[in-house]
Structures are given as C-alpha cells and as structure tokens.
DNA sequence: TATAAAGTCGACTGAATTGATCGGGAATTG
DNA sequence: CAATTCCCGATCAATTCAGTCGACTTTATA
C-alpha cells in the first residue's frame, strides 16, 4: 500500500465526481477545472478508475463519467490502489533475495503493517467523505445565515 | 504522511537494531549483512534517525548504533516521518494555487484521511514489533522441534 | 450528414524520488 | 599506529510523478 498524492488526487476526483453526478454525468474538463488538476492527468487516472470498475463512462456529447456502484460501496482504499497499482510488490516478495529466519521478520512486520493501513483506508466509503463534505458547505451557509440551521455540521468540525 | 518502501526499509533497520541492542551498539554492517539493505542506504536513513534522536552512534571499534529511547516510546510513525522528511507539504499546502470552495473540499479531506493514518502508525510503537517477532520466533521453534524439520517457512508463510 | 463534445489510447517529457555506489573523512579502541 | 566504525558529500541508473501532445472513437444534435 502506497500513500502518495497520485492517490490524493483519485480520491479527491472521486469525491468531486459523486458530489454531482446527480446532474446527469460528470465532465473531466469540468473535474480538471474545479480541483485544478490537469486534464490529461486525470484522464490516465479515470482510465484505471474504469478498468476497475470503479467508475462508468458514457461518450458523445452530454457524456462523462458516473460511478459504477453505489458511494457508500466505494472505499477510499479502492481508489487508491486502482491507481497506484503496484500494490506493495516491490519488497523481497518471496523473491530469492532474502534468506534464513530474517526473510521471516522483514515480510511479516510490512504485510501486518500494511494490511492494517488498508484495512482502515477500507473502512472509510466515498458516501462518508460526501457526508462529511456537506456538513462543511452546510456550516459554512450556517455561519453566513447565523444560527438557523444549528444540526449537523457542528459535530463533523470538530473531528477535523 | 506518504508510505514507500523507504520507511519499510527504516522500521526493519530499526526493529534489527532494537532486538539486538542488549548486546551494546549494533553496527549497520551487520544490519546491512541480515536485512540485505546496503549499507550505504542505511547510512543515509540512520543520519536521519540519528538526527531525530530516535538513536545514537558510538564511534570507534565495538561501536554502532543504539536507541535514544525506549523501545516503547518510540512509534513506526515517528521512524516514517524522520526519514521521508517533507511530511506532506506536497499538495495545495495553503499556496495560491485552489481557489474558492473547493480549496477547503481538497485540504481538509485529505488532512483529515492522513491525521487518521497517522495517529494509527503512532499508536504501533518499537516495542510492540519487538513482541509480536518474538513471539513468531518462539512459534517457529516449537515447530521445528516436532519434525523432523517440516521447514522454517512452512508456518510463516500461512501468513501471507 | 456534419460538427462538436466528450472519452480513449499511446508516446513522450522534465523533475523528483529511490536505492545504491564511491571516496574520503573523523572518532575511538587497542 | 592501525583497524573499526560512524559521518558526509557527490554521483548515478532506474523508476515514478505529473503533465503534455496528438490522433482516434463514440455519440448527440443542429
């Protein structure tokens, strides 16, 4: 499991994608435009985001991309390695490269590691970071309309 | 807070140095020799422990490397972020670069997911590694003993 | 049907990072 | 003194990052 910002920007595309693709499917140019990432970047990342079935693509003009499945079945560690894909290969790997016990040691203590990280980065859905993202637009109108609408958003704030 | 195999490379350094220590300053040759790091790389990565005061060098003959600290004061976390030094001042970083709302949409997400990260691989401390290898080790002696030598990896490699 | 809007694909690039190598130091022990 | 070990800087090939470009396919609609 990597963590770079190649996966930020998945993540934060994703995101942008779900907030609007009530509207019908979401333009790259118009991703590319709002979270000020280059389109052909974008394009190479939506290129392995639809490989892994992640996200759909509709053609032609009125096109654009959608999700494939529902947000809340989108985990952010998905997303992740769709696009940063060579997962964690690149260690000793069962490869002849490390030998006796020590083999044991350096395998074990990463893929344990590891396999903790993805688990959370599992546990945390597209539709969480939608919620989450709402409530902030929310408070924000809140602060702005002073105090008529107190609920949800005071929670989410804090955690942050 | 980004994951390679650098800070791979850095914890298992760090854990050979921590379960060997009882016998006075390691020397990196050896952990070069044992976790197959060169010991060149191992040089960089310890001038940056080192310069963290997660450990401490005696020159000289039978010197090495020990550990500043106790091994349960100090996280994977701390051993990350002291050798992939620029933490995560890669992204829009408060620079002029995200306009708008949507600057606030990128930087909080992400601040917020890595925090979260973060906070994980600090609560996993040396001294925990230390525990569960040895615990590995003791399993696989116990193995061992039984047949006639079924193999070391045989129960390890369940694992994986 | 022609055109324009969109995705698709492949090649390429400059910059940074990774992991490694080398050479020469400085400190310390015996 | 000589050996051992840490220390430091320069350099390097390979890979990855992030972006660019050009050509192509699909499709809605004027």
Do not use: W
């Given at each position: 499991?990597?963590?770079?910002?190649?996966?930020?920007?998945?993540?934060?595309?994703?995101?942008?994608?779900?907030?609007?693709?009530?509207?019908?499917?979401v333009t790259l140019?118009?991703?590319?435009?709002?979270?000020r990432i280059s389109l052909s970047y974008l394009e190479q990342l939506?290129?392995?985001?639809?490989r892994q079935e992640l996200v759909a693509s509709?053609?032609?003009p009125g096109g654009g991309y959608c999700l494939a499945r529902d947000a809340r079945s989108?985990?952010?560690?998905?997303i992740i390695t769709a696009v940063d894909e060579p997962l964690d290969a690149t260690q000793c790997g069962g490869k002849e490269n490390c030998l006796d016990?020590?083999?044991?040691?350096?395998h074990d203590l990463w893929s344990s590691l590891s396999r903790r990280?993805?688990?959370?980065?599992?546990?945390?859905?597209?539709?969480d970071l939608m919620v989450?993202?709402?409530?902030?637009?929310?408070?924000?109108?809140?602060?702005?309309?002073?105090?008529?609408?107190p609920g949800v958003s005071e929670m989410v704030r804090v955690q942050l």
């Open positions: 499991m990597r963590l770079t910002t190649k996966g930020r920007f998945a993540v934060t595309a994703m995101l942008d994608l779900a907030l609007r693709q009530d509207n019908g499917p140019a118009g991703v590319a435009e709002r979270q939506f290129g392995k985001l639809r509709v053609r032609g989108i985990s952010v560690a998905q016990e020590h083999r044991c040691m350096t990280m993805y688990d959370y980065l599992d546990s945390v859905n597209l539709h989450q993202q709402r409530d902030k637009t929310t408070h924000r109108v809140v602060v702005h309309d002073h105090a008529v609408r």
